[in-house]
């Protein structure tokens, strides 16, 4: 099925804001990106400021339903969902570069980074829910401020795939995933993994 006009300026809003910065992207450069005509794209955002935090919005809330997904997979115990939710963030990172780059990047622009914050507080606000749960049921450390463990784990698989995104390398490899878990096993506490419990399903 082919996307929808609204998907289609998003997709290409995305690509726009993700090369040109936001400060240097405007209506005209979102409209040539999208290959839409400018009155189509000013009938579904009136703004470049709605249209930004509308592209992150979606973007933020694909994240929690994915990362979601793995706190709530049933078939794996819960030390090991913990493992696969920081899993489930570098293969979501891995898919969906132009997004990484808007969530992690540093613009200065006031406006635009304050966006950028109130789109991924939702974020923050479900895993520091998450690891509060797993500090009652005994899995990590009651002595951890959550907050600064959530902040940790996003910015610590974030700017990993920033990094390897710079020095075009390739993000979701093995060697990266194991050494991702290795550093969040022996920081949160987890039970080492056999290698048959730590392929990804």
């Known amino acids: 099925m082919a996307a929808s006009k609204k998907e289609q ?18 209506m005209d450069t979102i409209a040539e990106a999208a290959n839409v005509a400018k009155g189509t794209l000013y009938y579904h955002f009136k703004t470049k400021e709605e249209l930004f935090l509308h592209v992150n919005q979606k973007g933020v809330e694909m994240l929690i339903d994915s990362v979601t997904g793995a706190m709530k997979d049933s078939t794996r115990s819960v030390s090991e969902r913990m493992l696969y939710v920081l899993d489930e963030h570098l293969r979501f990172f891995a898919e969906n570069r132009e997004l990484c780059l808007l969530l ?5 622009d006031w406006q635009r980074d304050r966006l ?8 923050f606000a479900t895993m520091e829910v998450y690891f509060r749960e797993l500090q009652e049921e005994g899995i990590i450390s009651p002595d951890l401020e959550v907050r ?25 490899t093995e060697e990266t995933r194991s050494t991702l878990i ?20």
């Open 9 to 26: 300026i998003s997709q290409g809003a995305l690509r726009a804001f993700a090369q040109n910065g936001y400060s240097e992207t405007t």
């Open 104 to 108: 992690l990047s540093i613009s200065g």
């Open 116 to 123: 950028i914050g109130t789109v991924l507080s939702e974020y």
């Open 148 to 172: 600064t463990v959530a902040s940790a784990l996003f910015g610590m698989v974030g700017f990993t795939v920033l990094r390897k995104m710079f020095r075009e390398e390739p993000v979701y």
């Open 182 to 201: 290795r550093l969040c096993q022996g920081a949160l506490g987890i039970k080492r993994m056999t290698e048959g419990e730590n392929a990804h399903a």
